[in-house]
């Protein structure tokens, strides 16, 4: 069926689901026509930078402020009104409380209004999900890095139904990690692009010279049950004393190096484990996503270790938060005949 939206605009329908995001710091809002993305506006938070972190109560009170018109401002972009939605996805776990009751009353307001289905969407979920916006190709088997500012995992991406997770940190995520790391070294919250910036600057880091040669220690598990887990918290404590070892001139002179040492420690040790856990289970393809994914020199790295054919990557915009690979997990959910009402469960799992 084709839905006429202006004389030379329309849409062969699908399935129209509006994906809501609210789980932290970004306003987030989207409307998929079956897999493909109609329109995606997100609002960040820029509030949080001067606590250095999210504040929770400043979040939840600048998502109540933004959510009501972004939705009708992505209804209007694309020429739809609420009766036409098909389905409302939203992220109910995990995530901040008052955040995410923003977007689960928001969509039960809908829901009651117009009687459209509502399924709630676990974050993390949606994540793994946005590598199927726009890609109807992609064909499971493949290992999945998801590493965000709340989490860091490895998970085996077999189908739909089974995903199991492999490995994840023992302590900080590894965005995390860049955002602690970068507020030591002064940049505002979150500072990942920061210090991917700053890295980029470097001069001959790779090439050892020695005065510039700044190296961290990385975090491995000897235990085989650990064998895909994650720690960055000892690595950020390295930087701290690093740095207060070195001085304030030092670091203002050595900032990129500091950098590029930090970063590549970083992206080393999750591709380290990205590969180790395709090998141990026979599988090609690989697969990155969470706002870390965004990073280039990760992004980079993986191509040139698994080939960039076997490489599956969601658009930068597609990695950090967004309510479009929230709608693309209720479109899938929907397809599955899984959804369910939203429902706010504090574990971390998908
Ligand atoms: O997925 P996301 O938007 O939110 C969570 O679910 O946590 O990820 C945000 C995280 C932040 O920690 C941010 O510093 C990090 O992703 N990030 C990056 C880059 N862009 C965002 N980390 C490294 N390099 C980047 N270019
Ligand atoms: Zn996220």
Same mark, same amino acid.
């Given at each position: 069926m084709a839905k006429i939206i202006s004389a030379n605009v329309y849409y062969v329908l699908i399935m129209i689901t509006l994906g809501i995001e609210s789980s932290c710091d970004e306003t987030s809002v989207a409307i998929l026509n079956g897999g493909s993305v109609l329109v995606s506006l997100t609002h960040s938070q820029e509030e949080h930078a001067l606590y250095g972190g999210v504040v929770p109560e400043v979040a939840s009170r600048a998502h109540l402020e933004k959510i009501d018109g972004l939705v009708k401002r992505a209804l209007s972009e694309c020429g739809l009104a609420p009766n036409d939605l098909e389905l409302i996805a939203v992220t109910d776990s995990p995530g901040l409380a008052g955040a995410l009751l923003v977007g689960i009353s928001f969509a039960l307001g809908l829901h009651t209004a117009y009687g459209i289905p509502v399924t709630g969407v676990n974050h993390l979920e949606g994540h793994i999900c946005s590598l199927f916006i726009d890609r109807p190709?992609?064909? *499971?088997p493949f290992i999945v890095l998801l590493a965000s500012g709340g989490h860091t995992a490895i998970y085996n991406y077999q189908s739909y139904n089974n995903c199991k997770l492999l490995g994840q940190t023992v302590d900080d995520a590894a965005g995390e990690a860049f955002d602690k790391v970068g507020k030591l070294l002064g940049?505002?919250? *979150? $500072?990942g692009r920061a210090i991917e910036e700053e890295a980029a600057? $470097?001069?001959n880091h790779d090439q050892h010279q020695d005065h510039k040669k700044i190296t961290f220690p990385t975090a491995k598990f000897t235990s085989p049950e650990k064998s895909y887990c994650f720690s960055f918290s000892g690595l950020k404590t390295a930087v701290k004393n690093f740095i207060s070892a070195q001085g304030e001139k030092y670091i203002d002179t050595n900032r990129p190096e500091i950098c590029a040492a930090f970063q590549k420690n970083v992206v080393n040790t999750l591709v380290d484990n990205l590969e180790a856990a395709a090998k141990a289970h026979g599988v090609k393809t690989v697969a990155a996503a969470g706002g870390v994914a965004c990073n280039g020199y990760l992004r980079r790295e993986l191509e040139k270790r698994f080939g960039a054919d076997n490489v599956m990557l969601p658009a930068p915009r597609l990695c950090t938060d967004n309510g479009a690979m929230i709608a693309m997990a209720g479109y899938m959910m929907h397809n599955s005949g899984r959804t369910r009402f939203p429902k706010m469960d504090p574990g971390r799992g998908i």
């Open positions: 190709n992609l064909t *499971p940049f505002t919250y *979150p $500072a600057k $470097a001069v």
